[in-house]
């Protein structure tokens, strides 16, 4: 069965960036979309940006201009770029993988914003 991995999560202060990844288990497996998810505790999980196969991006509100979300050419992997963090971004992300109507999600990977 296909997994997703994810990584680059940790802690780090306001203003700073971190960089997530996230891949395949089965590299010739490819996604039609892609998308990052956050859940923050108590709160529900909420989406974050999204990448299709065709290059249409989408993201939320509270990270457009700050975040970046891309894939590579063969839909197998998806980074997530988070610039200029605040402490309101702190959650567990999640990865997300579209195949025809099939979700794939992956573990988890923590984010914490904190002086």
């Known amino acids: 069965q296909v997994q997703l991995v994810e990584s680059g999560g940790g802690l780090v202060q306001p203003g700073e960036s971190l960089r997530l990844s996230c891949a395949a288990s089965?590299?010739?497996?490819?996604?039609?979309?892609m998308a990052w998810y956050r859940q923050a505790p108590g709160k529900q999980r909420e989406l974050v940006a999204s990448?299709?196969?065709?290059?249409?991006?989408n993201y939320a509100d509270s990270v457009n201009g700050r975040f970046t979300i891309s894939r590579n050419k063969a839909m197998t992997t998806t980074t997530l770029q988070m610039n200029s963090l605040k402490p309101e971004d702190t959650a567990v992300y999640f990865c997300?993988?579209?195949?025809?109507?099939?979700?794939?999600w992956g573990q988890g990977t923590q984010v914490t914003v904190s002086s």
């Open positions: 997300r993988g579209l195949r025809g109507n099939i979700e794939y």
């Open positions: 089965a590299s010739i497996f490819r996604f039609t979309a």
């Open positions: 990448i299709s196969g065709g290059g249409t991006l």
